[in-house]
T-cell receptor, first 113, second 110 residues
Framework: GESVGLHLPTLSVQEGDNSIINCAYS??????FIWYKQESGKGPQFIID?????DKRQGQRVTVLLNKTVKHLSLQIAATQPGDSAVYFC????????????FGSGTRLLVRP | NAGVTQTPKFRVLKTGQSMTLLCAQD?????MYWYRQDPGMGLRLIHY???????AKGEVPDGYNVSRLKKQNFLLGLESAAPSQTSVYFC?????????FGSGTQLSVL
């Protein structure tokens, strides 16, 4: 079946640097994408979302980019902080009425002090 | 406003035992979901509900049943637990956009 996947399982960055986490999706019919952050022992936490009619969306220190041509999604975190250390998941929503999300396998972000 | 609350937080079962996980949300969301997460993996959808009295199968429904008798509650049942069902279970709810997750239930089946 179609799925969402990630290129890198672990990303290590220096505190203060920018982080980029990538995600590839295979379902061209997906119209809504979300990035989640999951800290150890906790449930996923919503970070930012983007609809398929947009290429870019910015939040506080985070930016999501969507390239529908190559079916690629990325999460950029500016001035990465130790509190950003977590596992990040991208998720896609198929075009139906259930709003269910299909998740990728996750990327672990490690921030070096 | 507690958001999404899951009970219990931890449970250990013996193979063949049954149990029910409870999820409650106080945000008046129509949509509710049960996911499981295995070590080093993403979340996989077990069952979901688009409204009170309705349920549907997700990616990995076998061995589980669900009920949505009240809008605010979504129950996940295991009739005969198997070691393969050892996992962390997350409930989520939605108003039609992003999902809001509970803190999870760690289930071990021996």
């Amino acid at each position: 079946g179609e799925s969402v996947g990630l290129h890198l399982p672990t990303l290590s960055v220096q505190e203060g640097d920018n982080s980029i986490i990538n995600c590839a999706y295979s379902n061209s019919a997906s119209d809504y994408f979300i990035w989640y952050k999951q800290e150890s022992g906790k449930g996923p936490q919503f970070i930012i979302d983007i609809r398929s009619n947009m290429d870019k969306r910015q939040g506080q220190r985070v930016t999501v980019l969507l390239n529908k041509t190559v079916k690629h999604l990325s999460l950029q975190i500016a001035a990465t902080q130790p509190g950003d250390s977590a596992v990040y998941f991208c998720a896609e929503n198929y075009v139906d009425s259930s709003y269910k999300l299909i998740f990728g396998s996750g990327t672990r972000l490690l921030v070096r002090p | 406003n507690a958001g999404v609350t899951q009970t219990p937080k931890f449970r250990v079962l013996k193979t063949g035992q049954s149990m029910t996980l409870l999820c409650a949300q106080d945000m008046n969301h129509e949509y509710m979901y049960w996911y499981r997460q295995d070590p080093g993996m993403g979340l996989r959808l077990i069952h979901y509900s688009v409204g009170e009295g309705t349920t549907a199968k997700g990616e990995v429904p076998d061995g589980y049943n669900v009920s949505r008798l009240k809008k605010q509650n979504f129950l996940l049942g295991l009739e005969s637990a198997a070691p393969s069902q050892t996992s962390v279970y997350f409930c989520a709810s939605s108003h039609g956009g992003g999902l809001f997750f509970g803190s999870g239930t760690q289930l071990s089946v021996l």
